[in-house]
């Protein structure tokens, strides 16, 4: 059971706050005979925010109702990953909120009201215990459809009730618990063979 007052949030990076593809090919163009360009350093901390993320983040950590996280699965194979990421954070959000930036292959062992992921599972997020708000999708296409709902899900108490439209959706089964499987950064990381000093987990 979550203890506190206040609605917990966790945030995805990658495809959520950050524009990974953009990323991956400006990293292609630079090592174009790389299978995996994204190992080499620059890939993470060069990702550009999505529109309307730096913005809604802080909108949301400011509010006096809610506990924002950034949580964030690794890729495990690329160690310039945890660092540029944690880089990333100090850049666009600021110090302060890289206390609470979370990197976690294992998203279900953090508590909490919501996360948005862009992703059903993978890394733990079918198996969170709270709601999954899912970045991309029909009813979460964007960051402005993100801000419209928690205008509505931060009631003046703090809870995390959720009222009016969002009623059948979080209570249905449709749009949080399909298994959209693996993106193709899981992929590449799922497959990549290590190399030189690499050791897999």
């Not at 999708?137 to 009222?163: I, Q």
């Not at 993106?183 to 050791?199: T, V, Y």
Request: glycine share 8%; aromatic share 12%; hydrophobic share 35%.
């Amino acid at each position: 059971m979550i203890k506190g007052s206040k609605t917990i949030i966790y945030v995805d990076m990658d495809h959520v706050l950050c524009d990974y593809e953009e990323a991956w090919a400006r990293q292609k163009a630079l090592f174009p005979d790389l299978e995996f360009p994204q190992s080499q350093p620059g890939m993470y901390i060069g990702m550009n925010p999505l529109p309307g993320a730096i913005d809604t983040y802080r909108w949301l950590n400011d509010h006096p109702n809610s506990d924002v996280y950034i949580l964030t699965a690794p890729s495990v194979y690329n160690s310039h990953c945890y660092s540029e990421k944690r880089d990333w954070v100090e850049k666009y959000l600021g110090l302060s909120v890289v206390k609470n930036l979370i990197i976690t292959p294992h998203k279900n062992l953090n508590e909490g009201h919501y996360l948005i992921d862009d992703m059903a599972s993978g890394k733990g997020q079918d198996r969170f215990k709270g709601s999954l708000i899912l970045f991309g999708s029909k009813k979460f296409p964007d960051w402005t459809s993100v801000h419209t709902f928690f205008e509505e899900a931060l009631t003046p108490d703090g809870s995390s009730a959720k009222v009016g439209q969002w009623d059948s959706f979080f209570n249905s089964d449709v749009g949080v618990t399909e298994d959209f499987g693996l993106d193709q950064q899981d992929r590449d990381w799922l497959n990549m063979k290590p190399a030189g000093r690499e050791i897999p987990d």
